[in-house]
């Protein structure tokens, strides 16, 4: 009697692998803007420390790249810690993470409001401040879709985490301070609201099956970067009814001045392609205009991902002279990169 086996539909070698084989590409691939500490699983700035400067550390979970290696360099983070897919990052990952970029002006920890990463980053900090380390910690929790999740204890924290990475980031480099570094960072958490729709499930190496199933004309609304449900399952609907409900949604919290200037930032979760987040990005603007506000900067593409999963999240940031500015300064990331 033949049993059936599932194969794997993935470019992987071995699912236990995956992780350490991808960060060795990265700095194959990067060597002017990383280097990878493999004994800690920890991905570096090339040239760090840099003396007198703040360091910026985040982390989290592997599945969602480009977040959080693909933003270590110039402008953006010193360090990045990634955990096993879809799973924490341990605190002596943090902790070596945060030595290997201390130039002595103090670090900034950036975490997204997950369970795990909450716990370990605060023991990580307390560890590195017996060691003479000054940490400020930055929480994010944009997400507007639900107050509690399967992951969390509050909002989630999805993708004002990259803006939050690319803006203290901006200040760090231009010499601020802990404290300056790590309000500005509060101020755009604070500032950043965003919201998440499903179309397809994923599938995490391990598992080697989606991690939640979903009916091929279904899309869960206000998902979560892991699979965690969100508001509701309901039938697809055209995409400018889509945006405008998530659009609402933000709006509704951020409630953001009359004629603000925003950031728009549309990110595809893994599988969704740009024909596709340009489409959302029009209808996007066109329900801002509607709505009396101006996306005056904006960024588009596949940023915070969840492994291959087909869907979509918006970002709004209310800007200012100082976000702005701090927006536009220049980058130099494996996977950001303007003004240098």
Request: charged fraction near 20%; proline fraction near 4%.
């Amino acid at each position: 009697m033949s049993v059936a086996t599932q194969t794997l539909k993935k470019f992987v070698n071995a699912p236990e692998d995956v992780v350490k084989e991808s960060l060795a590409g990265l700095a194959a691939a990067h060597p002017d803007v990383v280097r990878v500490d493999f004994e800690n699983q920890i991905v570096v700035r090339a040239g760090s420390p840099v003396a007198g400067k703040v360091g910026l550390v985040s982390g989290g979970g592997s599945g969602h790249e480009p977040l959080h290696g693909g933003f270590v360099g110039l402008g953006m983070l010193d360090a990045a810690c990634p955990g096993e897919v879809f799973t924490s990052p341990v605190p002596d990952q943090m902790l070596a993470a945060t030595k290997a970029v201390d130039g002595g002006a103090g670090v900034v920890h950036i975490v997204k409001n997950y369970t795990g990463d909450v716990l370990n980053f605060k023991l990580a900090a307390e560890l590195a401040d017996d060691d003479g380390i000054e940490v400020e910690s930055v929480l994010t929790n944009d997400d507007v879709a639900v107050e509690d999740s399967t992951w969390t204890a509050g909002r989630r924290g999805v993708g004002v985490t990259v803006l939050v990475e690319k803006i203290a980031g901006a200040r760090a480099e231009a010499g601020g301070s802990l404290a300056e570094v790590a309000a500005v960072a509060r101020r755009v958490n604070d500032r950043g609201r965003s919201f998440g729709v499903a179309l397809t499930s994923c599938v995490t190496p391990a598992a080697g099956t989606p991690t939640f199933d979903i009916g091929a004309d279904e899309m869960e609304f206000g998902v979560g970067i892991h699979g965690e449900p969100g508001r509701r399952r309901e039938k697809l609907k055209p995409a400018a009814e889509i945006v405008a409900e998530m659009t609402d949604a933000i709006l509704s919290d951020l409630s953001p001045a009359p004629g603000a200037r925003l950031l728009a930032f549309v990110n595809g979760l893994g599988g969704t392609p740009l024909i596709e987040l340009y489409l959302v990005y029009n209808e996007l603007a066109k329900q801002l205009a509607d709505r009396g506000h101006e996306a005056t900067r904006n960024l588009v593409g596949n940023y915070i991902t969840s492994l291959e999963m087909a869907g979509v999240s918006i970002t709004l940031l209310e800007l200012d002279d100082e976000l702005t500015a701090l927006w536009d300064a220049p980058v130099h990331t494996a996977a950001l990169r303007w003004g240098t």
